[in-house]
């Protein structure tokens, strides 16, 4: 049985989520979608009965621009956080063909050189983040979820498979995080 028509419709029926993505569609960042935590923890408390919007720090938006400058993200980080002042949670925005110039400075690591917003997805450290929306129009909504969706429904913890770098810290911060405010999952 697919998971995809439940997905859609969990999503859908927050008016948070819903709100961004309608504003996404008069955004006009370059391969632009709406990514991990929000979807996959907004699943999570309508499975256990949470409030909405529990746990969830913010809407993380990702986009691929290639003028990779510091003045170019500045200016679309600018535009988006008058674009989308409404949301109930902060906005972070970024491009991903950025991603590979300030992450060996930030986390000590090499990184390769993404070439979509959806390789930028590919590498977050938990299989159940591993997930990515947007709503080309207001009937149709892209989800990107190469791992599928089960770990998001059945509440399962494990370490990205196609994380491309060596073991990180910050997966155990982001489980032990995950853990505090969802009990019910489980780590593998």
């Known amino acids: ?54 746990g969830i720090n913010d809407y993380d938006l990702f986009y691929f621009d290639p003028d990779t400058s510091e003045e170019a993200e500045d200016a679309w980080i600018r535009k988006a956080e008058a674009h989308f002042a409404f949301a109930n949670h902060p906005v972070q925005l970024r491009n991903q063909a950025r991603v590979h110039l300030w992450y060996p400075g930030k986390f000590g690591l090499a990184y390769q050189q993404l070439m979509s917003s959806c390789d930028g997805v590919d590498q977050f450290l938990v299989q159940a983040s591993v997930i990515a929306v947007r709503q080309p129009s207001r009937q149709v909504l892209d989800i990107y979820a190469p791992l599928g969706l089960d770990d998001i429904f059945t509440r399962t913890l494990r370490p990205n498979p196609l994380w491309k770098g060596p073991p990180r810290k910050e997966y155990q911060t982001k489980c032990e995080r995950y853990l505090r405010h969802w009990p019910s999952l489980r780590m593998v």
Do not use: C, K, Y
């Open 1 to 54: 049985m697919s998971l995809t028509p439940t997905f859609h419709a969990i999503l859908r029926a927050d008016p948070g989520l819903q709100a961004m993505l309608d504003a996404m569609e008069t955004f006009d960042a370059p391969d632009l979608w709406l990514v991990s935590g929000a979807l996959f923890q907004t699943v999570w408390n309508v499975l256990d009965g949470h409030p909405r919007g529990h």
